[in-house]
């Protein structure tokens, strides 16, 4: 099963330092529906996220080398980053930090955090 966007941004959190990942949050308006975000400060959430890109292309483009190398025909979703849900962002301020969180980002489900812990 291919790693969710949410799981390449835990990852990302836990590899930096300055920001920490929220398993679920329930921002302005969202009347208790839950979802991912970054905490930390503006440059470092942001930090995060774009490492959260890098590291899904990294992955996409070692699938594309390993089909090439196998000469299996390579999926069309290998070349497409999954960023569905990033475009919705906000903002909560939290203190002297703030938290950068996306509404259409679900919370982990259980099965893909326990995937994540077992790989770490």
Request: net charge negative; with cysteine.
């Amino acid at each position: 099963m291919p790693k969710s966007l949410q799981a390449y941004i835990k990852e990302a959190c836990e590899s930096l330092d300055g920001v920490s990942f929220r398993e679920s949050y329930s921002g302005r308006g969202m009347y208790g529906a839950q979802c991912i975000g970054v905490v930390g400060s503006m440059s470092d959430c942001i930090r995060a996220v774009l490492r959260a890109a890098q590291d899904q292309h990294f992955d996409k483009v070692s699938s594309i080398e390993e089909a090439l190398e196998a000469d299996d025909p390579i999926p069309e979703e290998a070349w497409q980053l999954d960023t569905d849900g990033l475009e919705n962002a906000q903002m909560d301020s939290m203190g002297f930090d703030m938290i950068l969180y996306w509404p259409d980002l679900k919370p982990l489900p259980d099965e893909e955090e326990a995937d994540d812990e077992d790989q770490g």
